[in-house]
Structure formats: structure tokens, C-alpha cells
């Protein structure tokens, strides 16, 4: 009887095999907006998500990130976005964030709801399918935000639908955040569930 011996499995092999395994892959962001104050809160709230954090100081860095991770990884599966926030958007330096439309004062930094759908369109921004994206920002829902926001993304945006707090135990928070009133879901452009009651966990 005669044995062969296995192909040796080298280093580089490794590598090659582990480089092919996740190019077509996702990634998972949590965003800690910079520019209007409470970063630290923001940023740690994001790496207690586990997930890849990133902080980006305007709208415009937030779709370059975004278009950078498509082009890295294939796709965004899930974002969680840390933020001061107000019925146009997302805050980040003033004037400078991601919001539905343009208003006045935004500077030349902002970006907007309509620019991410134009970036999925073209391929340079992808959501993983049933992606899901959660705002954790104050009074999102009375202009329409999140409701936009899911159709460009073609997915599942959670948002509160007024002020928001995170709950304290043990002088830490729990990765629950409190809605004064409640929080929502939106689905591909619809309001989906209205109420999902006033806890929403983050982590």
C-alpha cells in the first residue's frame, strides 16, 4: 500500500484561501458622529456595539466611509449611528451632517438622503439585503428622515419618534435607550410598525 503525502498547507496558502473566503462579504458599522459635542459618549457607545466603529465629522466623510467599506467588504449590514440629532438628520459638525434635504447655512460638507440613493444606484454604496439601521439621535421621525432614509437604503431603519436617554445601572448604562415617547420602524419607505414601545437596545 502506498501513502501520499497532503499538499503542504503553507502560510500564503492561508491567507489566499482566507482573502478569497470573504471577498464577497459584510460589514458591520457603528458610527460615532464628531463635531457637535458628547464625542466620548458617542464613541464609546460605539465600540460597546463590538462592531466596526467609525467617526465621521461630516455628511460627506459618512458616504465616503460608507462607498470605501462597499469596495473593502461588498456590503453594510448593519449601522448603528450615535449622534445628536433633530428632525432634518443626522448632526455632525454644524451645518455639516446628513440630512433629508439641503437647508439653509448647510456648508459645501453636508451630504444628504437623496446622494446615498443616487451612490446605491450607481453600485458605489451597497446594503446587505434586510439590512437594518439604527438611529440613536433625538426627534428623527417628524419630517420624514428615517422613512427616506429606508427607501435609499432598501432596508430597515429604527428611530425615536422624540427625545431619547440611556437607561443607568450600576452607574453604566445597560445599552438600552429610552424613548420620552416611542420608537418606530420603517421598511423600504414605509412606516412599518408604529409602535415598538419605549426601549430599544443598542448593544
Known amino acids: 500500500m502506498i501513502f501520499f503525502a497532503a499538499p503542504l498547507r503553507t502560510p500564503e496558502r492561508e491567507v489566499k484561501a482566507i482573502s478569497t ?7 458591520d458599522l457603528a458610527v460615532s458622529a464628531q ?11 460605539a465600540r460597546m456595539t463590538r462592531t ?6 461630516h455628511g460627506k466623510e459618512f458616504l465616503e466611509i460608507l462607498a470605501a467599506y462597499t469596495r ?12 445628536h440629532a433633530y428632525p432634518r438628520g443626522v448632526i455632525m459638525t454644524n451645518m455639516s451632517g446628513f440630512y433629508h434635504s439641503p437647508g439653509t447655512g448647510d456648508t459645501a460638507l453636508a451630504a444628504y438622503v437623496p ?7 450607481r453600485g458605489e454604496i451597497a446594503f446587505a439585503r434586510n439590512c437594518t439601521i439604527q438611529l440613536f439621535g433625538c426627534n428623527l421621525t417628524s419630517e420624514g428622515f428615517p422613512l427616506k432614509l429606508s427607501a435609499a437604503a ?11 436617554y440611556p437607561e443607568i445601572a450600576g452607574g453604566r448604562e445597560t445599552g438600552v435607550f429610552i424613548a420620552v415617547t416611542r420608537w418606530q ?6 412606516l412599518a410598525v408604529p409602535n415598538l414601545g419605549r426601549r430599544w437596545r443598542a448593544w
Open 21 to 27: 473566503f470573504r471577498r464577497a462579504s459584510f460589514v
Open 35 to 45: 463635531g457637535y459635542g458628547d464625542e466620548p459618549a458617542f464613541d464609546h457607545r
Open 52 to 57: 466596526t466603529v467609525i467617526k465621521p465629522h
Open 72 to 83: 473593502t467588504h461588498g456590503a453594510v449590514r448593519h449601522v448603528r449611528i450615535f449622534s
Open 115 to 121: 446622494e446615498l440613493a443616487e451612490a446605491v444606484t
Open 154 to 164: 432598501g432596508g430597515m431603519v429604527i428611530a425615536p419618534t422624540a427625545g431619547i
Open 185 to 190: 420602524k420603517f421598511v423600504n419607505g414605509t
